[in-house]
């Protein structure tokens, strides 16, 4: 059994190209939630890097995540309140240089 750490790209689609420059007060909130939620895991480690996008055709969210496992970064997927309005794409990174 290896004790390896698993490393994700997670890519988080917004409902709409323009939400980062036009959300309403309700979706914002949901937002300031979702980034409390991934505060802790930013300060333990688990999530290497998080912030948003700008590109040209519509601002995303992104990030870096180190797991166990698939299973545990589906979890913190599920668990984050964002899924109220936006959707995640994940895909498992081949290989990861860290300094």
Partial sequence: MTTDKKYFFLK???????????MNEDEKQVMQSHMGYWAPYVENG??????PVL??????????????????VNTLITNDPANQLSSYEVHPMMAVTKS
């Fill in 46 to 51: 688990t999530v290497v890097v998080i912030g």
């Fill in 12 to 22: 988080l689609n917004p409902p709409r190209p323009t939400f980062a420059f036009d």
């Fill in 55 to 72: 590109d040209p055709n519509g601002p995303f969210g992104a990030a870096v995540v180190r797991v166990d496992n698939e299973e545990e």
